[in-house]
DNA sequence: AGAGTCTATCGTACATCGACGATACATGTT
DNA sequence: AACATGTATCGTCGATGTACGATAGACTCT
């Protein structure tokens, strides 16, 4: 308990940001590294990792799942926002954001 | 792809300990990230780390929760290896196991 | 022995995940 | 205009997660 808790007197905003308190932290952690819960999502990000962009495509190609299976799990990945996705229609070049990538980092790397 | 996958000719044993596959790694790296996908077992973790032991009960009590959803987590949590349990019945301390704690910041460090 | 304490497990209910095929959508090509 | 390509979304199904109350098990203490 008390990790950052009592000195954040919630003096207007971003004070979130600088002291995260437990709950925000716990729910932030959880967030990130549930996306990264399941095998077919950390391929997929090591993939984006070793070609710095792909097709999605590509990435189906790579993997032994349907190609909607594929695109659910981007989506999620898109929503916690470790990947991005520039659309080039009718393709879509996915790529890491690696700045939500170092902030999951850090988060582990702080407990 | 082929981020090790060529450097193991499956020579003996122990070589996933030296070059983890893909697929190992995904596999390992999901379970871990899984234990922590649930704002109350990130919660729980900091706890621990901040007591470096704790009875069920003081759990318990910091948590918005009913004491068997508490323990479903923490069981969670044990069969992942991230905590370990000692039994002092009829209590049971709690408290981080740090080498697997360890292994899950080096595997999110290594992405 | 009997009562009290602490934890784990069971049973249940609801929500969500993970997989797939089918289909819709947007774009480029003939 | 018709077609082909690449991706997202829909609908569905089975499996699993998450929550709770109730109950069982293992000690301690009186």
Not at 37 to 53: G, K, M, N, Q, Y
Not at 88 to 110: E, G, S
């Amino acid at each position: 308990m008390a990790r950052s808790k009592d000195v954040s007197p919630k003096c207007d905003a971003t004070a979130e940001e600088l002291t995260l308190p437990d709950v925000a932290f716990a729910e932030d952690l959880a967030k990130l590294t549930w996306a990264l819960a399941h095998p077919a999502r950390v391929r997929i990000v090591r993939l984006l990792l070793d070609r710095t962009s792909c097709m999605c495509g590509e990435i189906v190609d790579e993997m032994p799942l349907a190609q909607s299976t594929v695109s659910q799990h981007l989506k999620i990945l898109k929503e916690t926002g470790l990947v991005q996705g520039e659309i080039d229609r009718p393709r879509v070049c996915y790529c890491i954001n690696h700045q939500a990538l170092a902030k999951l980092k850090k988060l582990v790397a702080d407990l």
